[in-house]
């Protein structure tokens, strides 16, 4: 009998094995160590073999930094190859040399044809909001500059600022700057019950979905953790979860957060399709719709 910390994925996967449905897109991270290991970062054969099992359960693949272990690049091309679509992402913060650093990667990248319009979108920042890394008027002027790079170079691809879902709408001006809306949401983290879990989702995307008047809202990163502490805290699930565009977090678990965070059973190292060998967890190879 599948585990009760997996019926939020078995909906919301429609079932990954058996069927011809893909997910419609994962998160990904090219670290496999905290930041002081001199071998925090994959190689590049490591990326490209990893992006050939994302695509073998999802469609696209998004990511949170140019930068960081030169994920711009080495991502990209092996996604191309692999036959994923990209969403790729800048991580910044209050100091202006964050988004600096990723518009100069970012340059880099247009420059050697290595993204072009066939980028499905970009997003400037991860919660940085919630986090009160910056501010919403931070947040809107680094979303204006990518923009403005982009139109010097005629790419129209959509850009994005994500964040939490709450955050989002604590922040319509952020809202009504970007080309489509791009949230976060785990209902695990909300502790409640399944029911309660299914209705605070549904209530506060549909909140969303009005505040955005019509821009095409996506989930950024949703998903569950299959060990760790307090897995159990709330079951989510919501109807016709397949209907919606969303990107699970994440492909590979991270655990290399242990070490990072110093917390043994830290949730945030297992919220993984795959194991960290790219072994598709159990619980996920005989889902069912039924």
């Known amino acids: 009998m599948m585990s009760r910390r997996w019926p939020f994925l078995a909906v919301l996967y429609t079932a990954v094995y058996g069927v011809d449905f ?77 988004l600096n650093n990723e518009l100069a990667a970012l340059d880099a990248l247009v420059t050697n044809n290595v993204v072009d319009n066939s980028i499905e979108g970009i997003h400037v920042g991860s919660e940085s909001l919630y986090r009160k890394d910056i501010t919403p008027d931070q947040a809107i002027n680094y979303f204006a500059a990518v923009k403005t ?66 821009k095409e809202v996506l989930i950024g990163e949703t998903g569950w953790p299959s060990a760790g502490v307090n897995t159990k805290a709330s079951v989510a699930t919501f109807a016709a979860a397949a209907e919606l565009k969303y990107f699970m977090f994440t492909a590979f678990d991270d655990l290399w957060k242990i070490a990072q965070e110093g917390v043994i059973d830290t949730v945030e190292a297992h919220f993984g399709l795959f194991d960290a060998t790219r072994n598709l967890k159990p619980e996920l190879e005989y889902l069912t719709t039924g």
């Open 149 to 214: 790079y982009l139109g010097t170079k005629q790419l129209t691809f959509p850009v994005s600022i994500t964040d939490v879902l709450d955050t989002l709408l604590e922040y319509p001006q952020v809202i009504s700057a970007v080309d489509v809306v791009m949230a976060n949401a785990f209902p695990f983290w909300e502790q409640v019950d399944v029911e309660a879990a299914v209705n605070s989702f549904k209530t506060k995307y549909n909140a969303l979905v009005g505040a955005a008047h019509g």
């Open 22 to 98: 893909k997910l419609y897109g994962v998160n990904y991270n090219s670290r496999q160590g905290p930041d002081w290991d001199p071998n925090r970062c994959k190689s590049q054969a490591q990326v490209d073999t990893d992006m050939v099992a994302i695509a073998t359960v999802a469609s696209r693949v998004r990511i949170f930094s140019l930068v960081d272990c030169n994920q711009g690049f080495m991502v990209t091309t092996a996604a191309k190859k692999a036959g994923l679509g990209i969403w790729l992402g800048m991580w910044v913060s209050n100091n202006q040399s964050s």
